[in-house]
């Protein structure tokens, strides 16, 4: 990678930010096409967040991809936010066009692509486990592409909520068992990571061989949800596939290139093995 003063900036921002493997996934892009880019990360607090939004039109930063916890806060001080963005509440990407920046979010594509490369979307019984940012998201993803949707979540108010917003129906985890009729789960929660590697937000016997089963989390790459949904014979998506996919589309807005799949992907399965 030769830098020069004329290489384009991207970076990812978060707080923590040093567990990112964004940077490692796009540089292998750009080296891949001989593009004039670099990625790095910076760890942005929010209290800083205005001010280095005033950063990316200064130094001319191209694009910045945004992780927790900054997703919501940082919208306010955009100048445009992209209508799936807005629906959806989040942001996760900014592409800065001559000092005018504005904000996408990329998860749902993350979300939908990987699902809809086994089984079309439209019609199918989604089930999302969870309320929060990943959750709606895939809510926002999947009705898009005309599927119906149930809200499973710990706290019922926050499913109830967003299943409104989305013409959906909402149960607290009580009701988990119904998951038996849905084609597709979703798992957005943490269960499953960190201090809960050995738990499961879905019962292995609700599963069975018709599900789809995608679990956001990526580390683990494979958590005991989709192991057991390997044992139940369904068809397991791992978090790895958002993360790909949603960096895939960052990568789009910020060079427009068409990615180079195969080496980010190659990337990204050595950074997670
Ligand atoms: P989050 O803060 O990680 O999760 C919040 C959601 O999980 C809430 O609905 C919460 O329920 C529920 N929850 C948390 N702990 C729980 C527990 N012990 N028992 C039952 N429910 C629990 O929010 P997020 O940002 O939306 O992320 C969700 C998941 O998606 C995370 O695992 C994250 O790693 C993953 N993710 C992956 C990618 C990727 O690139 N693969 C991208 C984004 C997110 P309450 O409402 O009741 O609190």
Same mark, same amino acid.
């Given at each position: 990678?030769?830098?020069?003063?004329?290489?384009?900036?991207?970076?990812?921002?978060?707080?923590?930010?040093?567990?990112?493997?964004?940077p490692?996934?796009?540089n292998?892009?750009?080296?891949?096409l001989?593009?004039?880019?670099?990625?790095?990360?910076?760890?942005?607090?929010?209290?800083?967040?205005?001010?280095?939004?005033?950063?990316?039109?200064?130094?001319?930063?191209?694009?910045?991809?945004?992780?927790?916890?900054?997703?919501?806060?940082?919208?306010?001080?955009?100048?445009?936010?992209?209508d799936?963005?807005?629906?959806?509440?989040?942001?996760?990407?900014?592409?800065?066009n001559?000092?005018?920046?504005?904000?996408?979010?990329?998860?749902?594509?993350?979300?939908?692509?990987?699902?809809?490369?086994?089984?079309?979307?439209?019609?199918?019984?989604?089930?999302?486990?969870?309320?929060s940012?990943?959750?709606r998201?895939?809510?926002?993803?999947?009705t898009?592409?005309?599927?119906?949707?149930?809200?499973?979540?710990? #706290?019922?108010?926050?499913?109830? %909520? @967003?299943?409104? $917003?989305?013409?959906? +129906?909402? /149960?607290? &985890?009580?009701?988990?068992?119904?998951?038996?009729?849905?084609?597709?789960?979703?798992?957005?929660?943490?269960?499953?990571?960190?201090?809960?590697?050995?738990?499961?937000?879905?019962?292995k016997?609700?599963?069975?061989?018709?599900?789809i089963?995608?679990?956001?989390?990526?580390?683990?790459?494979?958590t005991?949800?989709?192991?057991?949904?390997?044992?139940?014979?369904? #068809?397991p998506?791992?978090?790895? %596939? @958002?993360?790909? $996919?949603?960096?895939? +589309?960052? /990568?789009? &807005?910020?060079?427009?290139?068409?990615?180079?799949?195969?080496?980010?992907?190659?990337?990204?399965?050595?950074?997670?093995a």
């Open positions: 990678m030769n830098i020069t003063a004329k290489t384009k900036i991207c970076m990812v921002i978060g707080d923590p930010v040093e567990h990112s493997l964004s490692e996934i796009h292998a892009g750009y080296e891949a001989g593009l004039d880019f670099v990625f790095v990360a910076c760890h942005v607090k929010k209290t800083d967040l205005e001010n280095f939004v005033q950063g990316i039109r200064v130094m001319n930063i191209r694009g910045v991809s945004v992780t927790l916890p900054h997703k919501i806060e940082i919208m306010q001080y955009l100048d445009t936010i992209d799936a963005a807005q629906r959806i509440g989040a942001i996760n990407t900014i592409v800065n001559d000092g005018v920046l504005t904000g996408y979010n990329t998860d749902w594509i993350g979300i939908v692509g990987p699902i809809e490369q086994k089984k079309s979307l439209n019609g199918k019984k989604v089930a999302i486990i969870g309320a940012g990943a959750a998201a895939a809510a926002y993803g999947v898009s592409k005309g599927a119906t949707l149930t809200i499973y979540n710990r #706290t019922l108010e926050k499913a109830e %909520a @967003l299943a409104e $917003e989305f013409d959906g +129906e909402a /149960f607290s &985890l009580e009701q988990l068992v119904q998951v038996r009729d849905a084609d597709i789960i979703i798992n957005a929660t943490p269960i499953g990571m960190e201090q809960t590697v050995n738990e499961t937000p879905v019962p016997e609700y599963i069975t061989d018709k599900h089963v995608f679990d956001l989390i990526y580390t683990p790459n494979e005991r949800l989709l192991t057991e949904a390997r044992a139940q014979r369904a #068809t998506i791992h978090g790895t %596939a @958002l993360f790909l $996919e949603q960096a895939i +589309e960052q /990568f789009r &807005l910020y060079t427009g290139q068409e990615p180079p799949m195969r080496v980010m992907l190659g990337t990204l399965e050595r950074l997670t």
